[in-house]
């Protein structure tokens, strides 16, 4: 990926087959990378309509959501439109017992609003 990837770029890689969380962690790579400037156009633009499972559209959205809260950069319109918002809970690693309602308390409120719980640390890298 380079400064001039897109979250439609992001979208068509699921779509043509490739893991979500692969890509996902190669576009936040190359995110964290960017200034300001490119990281606001990496978000902005909505995505193509691929056909993703609607959790995974929800998370995409979520995770621009929250990156753009977090480095202070406009948040794309797109990502209120209800095509990424998920009707289902979704709970991350198959969360069961406790570590559901972990997940229900920790969750980013850019994800918890969009029905998602995952682990408040969802968009680190390492």
């Known amino acids: ?19 979500f969380y692969i890509v996902l962690g190669n576009f936040l790579d190359e995110f964290y990378r960017q200034d300001s400037e490119n990281q606001q156009k990496m978000i902005e633009e909505e995505p193509s309509n691929y056909d993703l499972p609607v959790y995974q559209k929800a998370f995409m959205a979520a995770a621009v959501h929250k990156l753009a809260n ?10 209120f439109k209800k095509d990424y918002y998920s009707s289902e809970p979704y709970f991350d690693c198959n969360a069961k017992g406790n570590l559901k309602l972990l997940f229900m308390y920790i969750s980013p409120a850019e ?4 029905n998602l719980f995952v682990d408040e640390n969802i968009l680190k890298r390492v």
């Not at 990926?1 to 893991?19: C, P, R, S, Y």
């Not at 977090?70 to 990502?79: F, H, K, T």
């Open 1 to 19: 990926m380079n400064a001039n990837e897109t979250i439609d770029q992001v979208f068509n890689e699921i779509h043509q087959g490739k893991d």
């Open 111 to 114: 994800f918890k609003h969009r």
């Open 70 to 79: 977090d480095y202070n950069l406009n948040v794309p319109s797109w990502v």
